[in-house]
């Protein structure tokens, strides 16, 4: 059979295919919520959108093909009964093998397949699973046994095999047979059109454009408690309970809505006419005369970008009220062009000025009330912390992973004028959610870890933009400093400090998308044996955006659907579950939500005793460091318990109880993180000593040196009197790439090379008298 009679043959055998997928489509209506997506999404790609600068809004992308999981087949030998061998006569596998490697050599045929989506990495796989299955199958069906016997005999021509190859892999790679289908799903161009009842309306948009502490914000939340309904949009839990707490005050009845907790004022549960949320949980359904969207310039953070773009393009409200940085106007200008929305811009200018000092600190010695060390570890928090309570003075701690209530509490101890508390270390937590009375702003260090595209942990500068939020702080209208000022602990980052802060933020350009549970949905449809991480996976290789967009980094999505992969799920349960927010840095909340998943998968309510059960309640306070990271660790796992509950309420139906215990927890944590410089001295030895009794031996001695041991945007703190160490090996530890085990046993071999060094050097010194001698005399003339 010629090349030409296969091709034809194959056309014929496609169009039967595509009949029968026609078919099996027709007969999948019951995916309403999907169907109607694809639809909506269909007819977006149809718009004519004034802003598709994207090079692939032309020709779709080659997919990934290394993301394609071939399917296992199940074998049935009795489809066609042996009818094949008695029809001609049992195959001899040793020819079969010859005349498979003949086809699989033949270029013609890897050419045709690539035309039909089969790249060399696919025809590869396809071509070992389908000379497994003939060699292995004990009866092949009947139209292939006579193929290969006719082929084997020289009745037929290789290509003949064609046909039923291509059967077998699409088999194994079904997305092959509905590629069209899979790129119409994960087409994410125009997303204004995925909300229709936001283009039902016509909104104005206000921008309010203006640094920190400029009343920006302020002037938004105005008119939000002016009108007869409205909805706060914030990136954080204490900016929702901020805006909630000042509306019920000033009398206008607010409900709170949080990935965690849900406050309804009305006694009956019912919905007040306003509502602060954190930005996940807005309603794009809900009709409001006002909405706040505020800091709009995390619409192009990496991870989370998408809330805000959702937020923007499909919030229901007459007007939208945008609080950010004047970096954005131009972009959310442009951005609501496709909608057909002009954006009215109102600029603010800063309450209160701050200035960048001239001279840096240097020392801890040389602080004063109001003072703020803003570090990016937390080691450096831990270790700043003791060093100033050894000097006699009192410190307020704050960083990330504290609890909400234990923040707020810190906060107040260092807003008090009469608490004997004066100083704040923190790190750049402090920049959002807080009302701090900061004099100056001290950063301990311009560079903070970060992790890259492929995940590996790195050090990078900060940015304008993450400089001027944190320097901002210093000096706010509402507190008793009406000056601020900003420095830094260490003379050589000033003016790498200066430098950044002289930039113009970069403008953004971009705004981040998501793929929704409906999108996976009817990508699993279609390709029902793929995990979910693998789906994910397809979905943003096949992805179109427009030029504007981006899809969000998906790593932590990906990284909880593997860790549960193994735990039956049904898909949209699953789904829910690797969007929960958890940090995976901490093994005990990975162990929780592994735990948490398997008993919801044994239908087993996950009652309060047997949360106290897993998390060992009550818990005592904490004896140190570690015990305190634990306490932190078991609020997370609270959070999830009660972020879970609120989606699968029947499963978490303890929600009161929980929350119960997790304010005394909070409670119990305030009192560690009071006493945490206790905590520090408690900690075993072997965590923080080794850096600090490096310090102090290197001691005066050690100054000179230490001048030269630098890195980007960050120096260490001079002098004997301190404790911090600006040494490659501090940094090391500190950014978690050295254990101080690790470090002990490498200070053990150095110092044994040295011996040795000296051993040797002695040695030579005995043998060559004279030239030693030489050398001093040498070095007495110069």
Known sequence: MSVNRCVYLFSRFQRHIGTRAARTTAGSCHVSSGSGLLHKQHQAASVACSRNVSSNSSSPKPPDTSLFVPVSLKTDSSVDGGVGAELTQPLDKSELLKVLNRFYKRKEMQKLAADHGL????????????????????????????????????????????????????????????????????????????????????????????????????????????????????????????????????????????????TFMDSEGRAAGHVACTIEMCSVT?????????????????????????????????????????AAIDFIRELMYTTGEEVEVHTYKRLTPFKILDHAVESLDNLSPGDCVVCFSKNDIYSISRQIEARGLQCAVIYGSLPPGTKLSQAKKFNDPDDPCKILVATDAIGMGLNLSIKRIIFNSLVKPNVNEKGEKQMETISTSQALQIAGRAGRFSSKFKEGEVTTMHRDDLPVLKEILSHSVEPIETAGLHPTAEQIEMFAYHLPDATLSNLVDIFVSLSRVDGVYFVCNIDDFKFLADMIQHIPLNLRSRYVFCTAPINKKQPFVCTSFLKFARQFSRDEPLTFDWVCRHVNWPLAPPKNIKDLVHLEAVHDVLDLYLWLSYRFMDMFPDTALVREIQRELDDIIQQGVRNITRLIRATDTTITDPLQTQGIRRGNSGTASSNNLTSKGQRGQRGSGELMDSSLASRLVRDGLLTPDLLRQLQSEWSKDQKQEFTYQSALDTEHPNNNNKGKRKKKKK
């Open 119 to 262: 790249d060399a990495r696919l025809f590869h796989q396809a071509f070992i699973s389908f000379r497994k299955y003939v060699l292995e199958m004990a009866s092949l069906p009947a139209d292939l046994h006579i193929i290969l016997s006719d082929i084997s005999y020289g009745a037929g021509h290789i290509d003949d095999v064609y046909p039923y190859f291509m059967r077998h892999a699409k088999q194994i790679f079904p997305m092959l047979d509905c590629m069209d289908d899979l790129r119409k799903i994960s087409d994410l161009r125009v997303p204004a059109n995925w909300y229709p009842e936001a283009r039902a309306i016509q909104r104005k948009v206000i921008f309010h454009a203006g640094p920190t502490n400029s009343g920006k914000t302020y002037h938004a939340i105005q008119r939000y408690l002016a009108a007869k309904s409205g909805v706060y949009c914030g990136p954080l839990k204490l900016l929702a309970h901020e805006i909630f707490e000042k509306s019920n005050t000033a009398g206008v009845t607010c409900d709170l809505v949080t990935g965690e907790e849900r």
């Open 286 to 326: 809900t009709p409001y005369e006002v909405a706040v969207i505020d800091e709009i310039q995390m619409i192009r953070d990496p991870s989370r970008g998408w809330a805000w773009t959702r937020a923007l393009l499909g919030l229901c409200a007459e007007e939208i009220h945008v609080c950010g940085e004047p």
